[in-house]
């Protein structure tokens, strides 16, 4: 999802609903002035940058919500990645950090996994584990 779709919408569609009739009776109904209240949002986030991008400005947002990196098919299709192992966590798993208690997969297995997705244009997350034991949050996307 796009945080700036999701913050637009917010403004635009969410932050007026205190203004209606039914949000003002409500707040006045549990003593709340509306006229003392304003509009604030905390996100809870996972933002992934450019894979192999040093230096990113995500500028007004957190640096510490960085999970992880995405990274185009065609890159990641590359002797580069083959030496790595692969699991591709399903939705209800993408904010668990990556552990070793799953079912690895090469990367040529993993590869065609994703090129199916790649054919509906579906992003998945891939969890990555190097040689070393280092572990990394991915989103292989088709664009």
């Known amino acids: 999802d796009m945080f700036f779709t999701k913050m637009e919408k917010i403004k635009r569609e969410q932050f007026p609903l205190l203004h209606t009739q039914e949000g003002t009776q409500m707040l006045i109904k549990h003593e709340l ?9 905390c996100f ?9 991008k040093s230096k990113i400005h995500i500028r007004p947002l957190n640096s510490d919500c960085v999970a992880g990196c995405w990274i185009k098919f065609d890159h990641f299709n590359h002797r580069e990645f083959a030496s790595n192992k692969y699991f591709i966590p399903n ?12 079912t690895w997969l090469s990367h040529l297995e993993v590869l065609m996994e994703i ?8 992003a998945p997350m891939v969890w990555m584990k190097t040689p070393d034991g280092q572990f990394q949050k991915l989103f292989v996307v088709w664009w």
């Open 33 to 41: 002035n509306v006229d003392l209240l304003s509009h604030q949002v």
């Open 44 to 52: 809870k986030a996972q933002l992934f940058v450019p894979f192999a």
């Open 91 to 102: 939705k209800s798993m993408w904010v668990v950090a990556p552990h070793k208690e799953v």
């Open 115 to 122: 090129n199916l997705r790649m054919l509906r244009e579906n």
